[in-house]
């Protein structure tokens, strides 16, 4: 009898404990369930940097936080203010679910987190805040990320653009957004990466090649200067091309075929880190003229995000296929077409001398000149020409630079040359 008494309570003890248990677990603040089951994990590639790392729970949230220490203090600082901003924007978030019913609440999480890797010549540093509302489970939604870069030199401090990319640089990317209307002195942050600069302002970016940059400055407005432009590529001659520009100091505009993009993908990047321009032919080189706006589209996109896969941005200019551009396809592309005032026939003529003459005899100071980088015998004309243009002091430039030093703003219509 006394075992039986005493193996009752003892069960009842234990259904007592799961009881307290379950009630207790079930009444934990919602921010420490989310925490404990969801919680985020850092990014692990900021092996080059001190870390400090900060993680606890706040108003009814969760705050995570992982930021650099560098070298220099005034670097510290604006990675602090950085934070800062963040945690202001989560008080804000914080205080607008406590305002919230029940029902609709959710908790509030703050992250910041960064990654840091070596170059050479600098660390690069990609810093951002993220803020969310979630539900206990893990589901949830982002409120707002953003991000900040930062270029380090070896005793930590901030780089700006001139130091990383070479004196004169802010001088010539001035220059080149001068068609645009958008200033420098304006820009928010700007992020370096895979060859590419990102400028970034309150309301808009621009990107341009490290490469093209490099070169802005190299081009006398005072000399004459010629928009050589290849069509139907890329293809197994892209590369002499490339390298026959790069012989002469200068570069093309190269106008591609998505479907050829997918068989050159290397000669395609070839041409564009080399310093030459990428221009959308359409996906498949069909008549534009003869299809429906959506048949347009297609053709349009799909030859975007070819080029954009290998080239990591989508062109900026179009030739539609014979220069069928109505204004349905115009519509469409939604940027400039770009014709051309000197045709060389090199498709019907296939003779390298042909090829020569022909862009001898339309040769002038803001021409566009149209030929076809498939053919041998294009490429032997060229290279004959293209000694006898410079002896003549032309400078080979792409179609947007041809542009913007005549000082065209790039509009949505047909333009044939670029003359003074
Ligand atoms: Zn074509």
């Not at 005493?6 to 369930?33: C, M, Q, R, T, Y």
């Not at 919680?39 to 729970?57: A, G, I, N």
């Not at 949230?61 to 220490?69: D, H, I, K, T």
């Not at 002091?393 to 179609?399: A, E, R, S």
Request: glycine share 8%.
């Amino acid at each position: 009898m006394k075992r039986l008494v005493s193996s009752i309570v003892a069960i009842g003890a234990v259904i007592a404990l799961g009881i307290i248990i379950a009630v207790a677990f079930g009444n934990a603040a919602p921010e420490k369930k989310l925490m404990k089951k969801h919680p985020y994990v850092f990014s692990q590639s900021k092996e080059v940097l001190k870390t400090r790392q900060d993680t606890y729970t706040k108003k009814d949230g969760c705050v995570y936080l992982a930021w650099p220490e560098t070298k220099n203090k005034t670097t510290d600082g604006l990675i602090d203010a950085f934070i800062q901003e963040g945690k202001s924007a989560y008080e804000k978030a914080a205080e607008a679910e406590a305002g919230k019913a029940k029902k609709q609440r959710r908790i509030p999480r703050l992250v910041v987190d960064y990654t840091a890797v070596k170059e050479e010549g600098y660390t690069a540093i990609e810093l951002f805040y993220e803020l969310g509302r979630y539900q206990p489970d893990g589901t949830g939604e982002a409120i707002t990320r953003k991000e900040a870069h930062f270029y380090l030199d070896e005793a930590g401090a901030e780089m700006g653009l001139n130091a990383l990319l070479g004196e004169e640089t802010e001088e010539k990317l001035e220059l080149m957004l001068r068609s645009s209307g958008k200033k420098l002195e304006d820009l928010k942050d700007f992020k370096l990466a895979d060859g590419q600069l990102e400028l970034i302002w309150a309301e808009s970016t621009e990107t341009f090649g490290v490469e093209e940059i490099r070169r802005a400055g190299l081009i006398d407005p005072n000399k004459p200067m010629i928009a050589l432009t290849f069509d139907d590529g890329p293809g197994k001659l892209s590369k002499k091309f490339a390298d026959l520009f790069a012989r002469y100091g200068g570069h093309a505009t190269f106008f591609v075929v998505g479907t050829n993009v997918l068989n050159f993908p290397e000669e395609l990047k070839y041409l564009y880190e080399m310093g030459n321009e990428i221009g959308s032919h359409t996906m498949r080189h069909k008549n534009l003229n003869k299809l429906s706006a959506e048949g347009v589209r297609k053709e349009v996109e799909d030859a975007d995000n070819a080029i954009q896969e290998v080239i990591g941005k989508k062109p900026d200019l179009m030739r539609a296929p014979y220069g069928n551009a109505n204004s349905t396809v115009m519509n469409v592309m939604a940027r400039p077409q770009i014709n051309w005032s000197v045709d060389t026939e090199d498709w019907r003529s296939r003779n390298a001398q042909s090829v020569k003459n022909e862009i001898l005899k339309g040769a002038g100071d803001g021409e566009i000149v149209l030929m076809h980088e498939i053919y041998q015998s294009t490429y032997d004309g060229l290279e004959m020409a293209i000694e006898e243009l410079a002896k003549q002091g032309y400078q080979f430039v792409t179609v947007s630079e041809l542009m913007r030093y005549r000082n065209v703003t790039p509009e949505v219509k047909i333009y044939h040359s670029f003359l003074k």
